[in-house]
């Protein structure tokens, strides 16, 4: 089953400084940390907070050629979770007929965004990103507090990230 989520914010993982989105159900019930690149975090970031450029930037620019050939993204799917890898699926529509394009989430994420798409994640990868690999070594949730890391994710607001640094 299909989740609608949004993005919440970013912030950075302490241990690797590594960028991560948080996308958030509309219910605000369910939380899914996704690590990312420096460079997909800024093209979200400054999608969040409506920065334009004198040339568009990559994202922007597949947004224009995708609208340019009259077609439309309709959605945008975080679709697996596999070895601590996700992936996701980018819904176009052209002239009605539905085309499926592989992804990266960030970049997935960056164009929904941009196009005003919805982002939706498979339940089963929610279940599936309850264990986090650290350094090749793997950690049940459990050992490291699950309920009040979960707790934590959950409730976090837009606000709790507060701007993201470029």
Known sequence: ?????????????????????????MGENKALPIWIGLFEASAIATELEKIDFARPMTHDLLNLVI?????????????????????????????????KIDSRPSDAIALALRAEAPIFVDEKVIEKSKSVDFEKKTLNLDDLKKDKLKELLENLSPEAFGKYKM
């Open 1 to 25: 089953m299909l989740i609608q989520m949004k993005v919440a914010g970013l912030t950075i993982d302490p241990i690797t400084n590594t960028p991560i989105v948080i996308l958030k159900d």
């Open 67 to 99: 609208k340019g050939l009259d077609v439309t993204v309709s959605m945008v799917e975080i679709n697996d979770l596999r070895d601590n890898t996700f992936f996701a699926v980018i819904h176009l529509l052209k002239s009605g007929v539905p085309v």
